[in-house]
Structure formats: structure tokens, C-alpha cells
């Protein structure tokens, strides 16, 4: 089992920036990938970001492409989110997930450990 922490949410406005951390413990060795995913009001769980064990492999939505850095520090067993240009369409709960098998990214069923979520709020 992994257990996952998320840090650095909070109030920002439009074209600001923030940096959510995900602090990972228990059986890390294990994690093939890395992901964000993001949950609006009234709206389903979406993807926003993954990364590869080795960092050397990153995947964004179209959404966030060009405004998101994704990447990890195996030493500190933590990964980031690096969001800049921020909209309010970016306001939602935002979750670290950890995947064991790699085999998929996309998908909510591909994770198997989850964070508790960290709110982000863009004001316009």
C-alpha cells in the first residue's frame, strides 16, 4: 500500500501560479507511474498530469498542456505540479495518485493508491 499526501493548494487569481507537492510513503518501490487528476463542482474526475518512475516521461491533458510542469524527486519520494497561467476553469479539488502496474495513465481505474485532495481556487 502507498499513502499519499497532497500540500500547496489555496486561493489564487487568474494568471497566477502554485505548486502542489504529493509526499508518498509506504511501498514506493513499487510505483511504476505518478498522477494528478483534478474534480470541478458538478463535474467527473479528470486527468491532468502523469510521470514515469525514471521522470524521463510526462503526459498532460490538452487542457493544462503548455501551463503544467509535472515531475519527482525519488529521493523525497514527492512529486509536483507546477501550474502557471492559471484560469478559473482550473478551480477543483486536485489528487496525487499512484499507479503499481503502469500499464495505463488515463484512467481513474489505473491508480491505485489516493491522496485526500488539496483545493485549488482561481478567482477571476
Known amino acids: 500500500q502507498v499513502q499519499l499526501v497532497e500540500l500547496g493548494g489555496g486561493l489564487v487569481q487568474a494568471g497566477g501560479s502554485l505548486r502542489l507537492s504529493c509526499a508518498a510513503s509506504g511501498r514506493t518501490f513499487s510505483n511504476q507511474f505518478m498522477g494528478w487528476f483534478r474534480q470541478a463542482p458538478g463535474k467527473e474526475r479528470e486527468f491532468v498530469a502523469a510521470?514515469?518512475?525514471?521522470?524521463?516521461?510526462?503526459y498532460y491533458a490538452d487542457s493544462v498542456k503548455g501551463r503544467s510542469t509535472i515531475s519527482r524527486d525519488n529521493a523525497k519520494n514527492t512529486v509536483y505540479l507546477q501550474m502557471n497561467s492559471l484560469k478559473p476553469e482550473d478551480t477543483a479539488v486536485y489528487y496525487c495518485?499512484?499507479?503499481?502496474?503502469?500499464?495505463?495513465?488515463?484512467?481513474?481505474?489505473?491508480?491505485?493508491?489516493w491522496g485526500q485532495g488539496t483545493q485549488v481556487t482561481v478567482s477571476s
Open positions: 510521470i514515469t518512475w525514471s521522470g524521463r516521461n510526462t
Open positions: 495518485a499512484s499507479s503499481r502496474t503502469g500499464l495505463g495513465y488515463l484512467r481513474r481505474s489505473d491508480y491505485d493508491s
